[in-house]
């Protein structure tokens, strides 16, 4: 099996179409050696995708991803080594899992006002018990007519500015590297594509980030290029990931499991310092 990995990853847990021992089976079909699961606001999906991980020979990272308010707004953070059960990473879980709710209300009714008669309940159960998203919204619409795809629909309803976008409620960049620090995990700024210029990640690291996502669908040759290197420069770990969510086909922004392969070296250096911290 050849040294390499996939550090971002979204599975039922949260948004993802497949479960998460599904997920670890996609990476050993792509030949990884390790997968990081890192759903939306939770680690529920970590134990189910470990146990399936040491059935198979597959390395797999306990993960999760945040939305925090950043520089130019919503920016997310990727947290590497997310310990289970840790009392204060559940509370906050249950915090952002409540924010969603409550974001997924405010979604629904706006869009019962366009004149569309979709039901809480039906985003719930789309979303199986894991953290509501626009995703769980957009297969309602379509079964409404609003568009062929979710896609589609998302589109023409949810996206940022349109009838039925709500905006979240968001916590700093700064108590969220705290956070991830203080229950020795370790974070990374996820796909910040021309945004992340070196003053800014210097800006980033000096309120807490550990890390920045190099290898993203989103990002061009010259985009990773360039982020590779000042990550160097700074003394930032790299990561990388497909940020797949389970889709038959690759896109802009998501790839298939095992689409972007992330060197080994990149996944024992966030190992090593997640290991100091909880030492």
């Known amino acids: 099996m050849s040294q390499v990995a996939d550090l971002h990853a979204h599975s039922t847990a949260s948004d993802g179409i497949n479960p998460p021992a599904e997920v670890v089976r996609l990476a050993a079909g792509a030949g990884l050696a390790a997968i990081a699961l890192t759903d939306h606001d939770t680690v529920n999906g970590v134990a189910e995708a470990r146990a399936e991980g040491e059935a198979l020979g597959i390395r797999v990272i306990s993960g999760c991803e945040f939305s925090v308010l950043g520089d130019w707004g919503e920016m997310h953070l990727l947290a590497y080594g997310m310990p289970e059960g840790h009392a204060e990473l559940e509370a906050t879980f ?134 590779e290197q000042v990550a160097r420069g700074l003394g930032l770990l790299m990561t990388g990931g497909s940020d797949s969510h389970g889709e038959v086909s690759p896109s802009a922004t998501h790839n298939l499991v095992g689409g972007e392969r992330i060197p080994i070296e990149w996944v024992d250096a966030i190992e090593t310092l997640a290991a100091s911290r909880r030492s």
Do not use: W
């Not at 899992?97 to 789309?126: F, H, L, Q, S, W």
């Not at 976008?165 to 700064?174: A, I, N, Q, R």
């Open 94 to 227: 249950r915090r952002m899992r409540t924010n969603r709710d409550d974001r997924g209300r405010a979604m629904v009714a706006a869009i019962v006002k366009c004149g569309i008669p979709i039901d809480y309940a039906e985003v719930e159960g789309a979303a199986a018990g894991g953290p509501i998203g626009r995703p769980h919204v957009a297969p309602g619409l379509v079964k409404r007519g609003v568009g062929p795809t979710p896609a589609e629909a998302f589109a023409r309803l949810l996206g940022r500015g349109k009838p039925g976008y709500v905006g979240k409620v968001l916590p700093t960049l700064e108590e969220f590297t705290d956070l991830i620090r203080r229950v020795g995990g370790v974070s990374s700024l996820a796909h910040p594509r021309d945004r992340a210029t070196r003053a800014t990640l210097q800006s980033f690291q000096a309120r807490g980030l550990d890390g920045v996502e190099v290898r993203h669908p989103s990002h061009s040759p010259s985009v990773r290029t360039e982020l």
